[in-house]
């Protein structure tokens, strides 16, 4: 399919063994992973483009799954994800750097609590935690600020790429022969009468032999149009700044504070874009819009970090942004299959899904295929994909003597600032699955990102995804 049937006009197919609701990373994942086998897979997506939602707007970290409630759901495939993950990183080119991370402990009762996250480390499977004396701590993080009593180490923790995480699943499903449909929000679901689901879309009905609602933020509401009302998602709003790249030395792993029942808390973590994030906050929402940043957020952030790492603070942000997460009224993932209705909803997927992707993808085919879904693997499959790298630590294209000799396009800068080149530009806008606007750009190539914010370079840029649109 091309790129126009993917985001308008009639949908290209009318049924599918399989659909899949969300584009996000989760269902990305989950489509990628069914298409390997002998069936019609579609990926729904109510957006213009796949990770457009929850996905793109996180941390960014390849959790080790150290301090996820042992024995829960969320805790197993967090753990066996990231050990996908990284596996598929390297195969297709996903930026990855394994910084670690340093839980730091401010007072008594945080330094009291290490040696429990260490011991729950072990009960997750992870055993490289150590816990270190102050002088350690600094002797890793010298900026910090002054006060820190002790740490625990993260040897593994991780930093990613989400955007090219989600394109490369999605990209991949996409060369396997399943159909991505965008721009294609589901608005009802009925029986079909012969066991099918009948879906309604803006685009038109889909029928589909199962259903997987991989659906994020909206995945409450996909499951009531289910008959079901299991849990709630609450969207939780967390802002961030991002400093320049000049800011990246002081920071060269993830520096944690020591948990608490809303979450990580506010963190300090390298960028794979070379840059460091200051974040996020954790504010429940009712719109599952917003991600608009606000002046309290602000005001949060400056006091955290004030706290946590004064000379950050002397940097220049570069950009501030909001995300949101599906947080519900449950402390595991919401997976529940209805076999009866073939049926099976990923919910409560929080900040871990970019880590678990895959080992949830995995759990989907376990759990359809005792379902009663025929998984027969298909006898060859092409090759993964092999993504552009966009990540700071490994070589870019304008780096590259190899390639710009055998096209001086790769030479060529367009965003002066993220030494994003011609080459890459023309390249993102060929792909499998083109940017359908500047942001979706952004994602591929990291055009925009840099100090002026598009400033310099926004108009040529702009000039050439309308161009490549018209051919």
Known sequence: MNA??????PLPVERVDVAVIGGGVVGAAVARALAGYELSVALVEARCDVGDGTSKANTAILHTGFDATPGTLESRLVRRGCELLAEYAGATGIPVER????????TDEELAALPGLAAKAVK??????????????????????????????????????????TLAFATEALSRGAYVLLNTRVEGAESGGDGDTVLRTGRGT?????????AGLGSDVIDGLFGHRRFTVTPRRGELFVFDKQARPMVNRIVLPVPSSRGKGVLVSP?????????????DRDDRTDTSTSEHGFDFLLEKGRKLMPALLDEEVTASYAGL???????????????????????????????????LAEHTLGLLGEAGLRLDAKATLPDPPRMPNIGEAFPRPYQRADLIAEDPAYGTAVCFC??????????????PIPPADVDGLRRRTRALMGRCQGFFCGAEVEKRLRAGESQ
């Open 4 to 9: 126009r049937q993917m985001r308008y006009g």
């Open 99 to 106: 910084t670690g991370a340093v839980l730091v402990a401010w």
């Open 124 to 165: 997750n499977g992870y055993e490289r935690c150590e816990i270190i004396g102050a002088e350690e701590v600094y002797r890793q993080v010298p900026a910090l600020a002054p006060g820190a009593l002790g740490g625990l180490t993260v040897p593994d923790e991780s930093i990613i790429c989400p955007w090219t995480t």
């Open 206 to 214: 889909l029928r589909a032999g199962w259903v997987v609602n991989a």
């Open 271 to 283: 960028t794979i874009y070379g840059n460091v994030m200051l974040g996020p906050t954790a504010e």
């Open 325 to 359: 997460r599906a947080a519900t009224e449950h402390g595991d993932y919401q997976v529940h299959l209805d076999t009866g209705q073939r049926y099976l909803v990923l919910g409560g997927i929080r900040s871990t899904g970019l880590t678990s992707a895959m080992a």
């Open 418 to 431: 993220e030494r994003v080149t011609e080459g890459e530009i023309r390249d993102a806008l060929a792909s």
